[in-house]
């Protein structure tokens, strides 16, 4: 039986959302608290995109530090032997990659208007992947854009193709959030069958199904003997009506009917983060949490009728199906209403040792308060908004890290 893996990808396909973004410095908590969470990999950004460099190789020493030390750290870039190269030329040390190709008829036309046809992208497809593993590269996903809208022998085809090259795993990309459970279960099954190697599940959520999708995606996948990847996204952020969300994807996967007990999980995530890793998300990216968000919303635990109140006294499982302890959350916090002092782009040595402090952060002597000040200004620059404790410990913890994430050399 096939296991099932959790592939974020809130760093490149959260990112891509339409007037919004992160700062490395945000991008790299995200992949912290991944890594705490124990999701198996975060697709952590686009290492042909120059200013995207420092910090992917930044990331990378974390991983050889030991910071990061249960997460993959994979990249996204386009089927092209040309990509590949630059890849290597910007990140030479990352180990693994996605490449990208758009396969349904409505794609090769509609991009390439007569330029390329299904044979040439496959044929540029193949060389990329060719390339990718003389570089080194240690797995290979290849991601079929708009897989939903493709003919499956066409799939088939594709995958078989990219295995002889070394392909480690296909994705499935429901780009236009087409699917349902139903039909991307069969559609899944065969590809894994027929295919001969595992299955990644990328779906939107334009008709308001990416959850469900996924799940019911993996679960063909896993019928068809193979392991299922399923990608996801932090408070299901991404482009348009947004991704599979993350936390709705493991309570799906855990208390979902009948699903747990045959469907396994093969990383072991503490859903107890959840709580907060979906609040940083939204205060990185400027987005509230929705009030009736599985989990995590406001919401979710919250009983006003008096039948449900009545009930959930006696016994909470009466109208909860999991507890709001098993996602983090039931503790006390504090709320700051009178004097606060703030990191900011202008802090000066007082007002920082002092915010410092309260996160019970100490530093050898004053010299080395100013340099870690210095970076928290610079990150403060680039985020616009007062720094998390989290974040500022970050920066105290691995300076040298940190100057990597907020230096940016664009005429270099």
């Known amino acids: 039986m096939g296991k099932i893996y959790l592939v974020d990808v809130t760093n490149r396909d959260g990112v891509q959302t339409a007037k919004l973004g992160l700062s490395k ?13 124990g999701v198996y990999q975060s697709e ?44 290597f030329e910007l990140v030479p040390g990352i180990k693994h990659l996605n490449l990208s190709t758009s396969t349904s008829d409505q794609m090769i036309e509609g991009k390439y208007r007569g330029r ?12 990329a992947i060719d390339a990718a593993r003389s570089y080194g590269a240690e797995s290979v996903a290849f991601n079929a854009e708009d897989a939903s809208r493709t003919d499956i022998d066409t799939l088939v085809r594709f995958a078989c193709l990219a295995k002889e090259h070394g392909a480690s795993r296909i994705r499935y990309c429901d780009t236009l959030g087409y699917e349902n459970p139903f039909s991307i279960y069969e559609t899944c ?21 990416a959850v469900a999708n996924s799940v019911g995606g993996a679960m ?46 093969e990383i072991k995530v503490d859903l107890s983060t959840a709580w907060k890793i979906c609040r940083y998300a939204s205060y990185a990216f400027g987005v509230p949490l929705a009030i009736n968000q599985p989990g995590v919303g406001a919401n979710a635990f919250a009983h006003a009728s008096g039948i449900h109140a009545d009930g959930v006294l006696k016994d909470a499982r009466n109208y909860e199906l999991y507890s709001h302890d098993e996602v983090g959350r039931g503790g006390l916090e504090t709320v700051e209403t009178g004097r606060e002092i703030c990191s900011g782009e202008y802090g000066g040595i007082s007002g920082f040792q002092h915010i410092m402090g309260q996160i019970e952060v100490d530093f ?13 200004r610079y990150a403060n620059v680039l985020a616009q908004k007062p720094l998390v404790a989290d974040e500022l410990r970050f920066i105290a913890q691995h300076p040298d890290v940190a100057q990597e994430l907020l230096t940016l050399s664009p005429t270099d």
């Open 25 to 37: 410095l945000a991008k790299t908590m995200i992949n912290l608290y991944l890594n705490e969470m």
């Open 44 to 87: 952590f950004g686009f290492p042909t995109t120059k200013h995207e460099s420092r910090y992917l190789r930044a990331n990378l020493k974390l991983a050889e530090m030991g910071v990061l030390d249960r997460i993959r750290l994979g990249g996204w870039i386009r089927a092209t032997a040309g990509d590949v190269e630059k890849t």
């Open 116 to 127: 390329m046809n299904r044979e040439d992208v496959l044929d540029m497809s193949l060389e």
């Open 189 to 209: 099954k065969t590809l894994a069958k027929e295919g001969g190697m595992p299955v990644e599940l990328h779906c939107h959520g334009d008709l308001g199904m």
């Open 220 to 265: 063909g996948v896993i019928d068809g003997g193979q392991d299922a990847y399923i990608n996801t996204t932090i408070n299901g952020i991404g482009e348009r009506a947004g991704n599979a969300d993350l936390v709705a994807v493991i309570l799906a996967l855990r208390k979902s009917k009948g699903i747990a007990e045959k469907y396994t999980c």
């Open 364 to 376: 050898s002597d004053r010299n080395d308060a100013e340099e870690v000040l210095e970076l928290v």
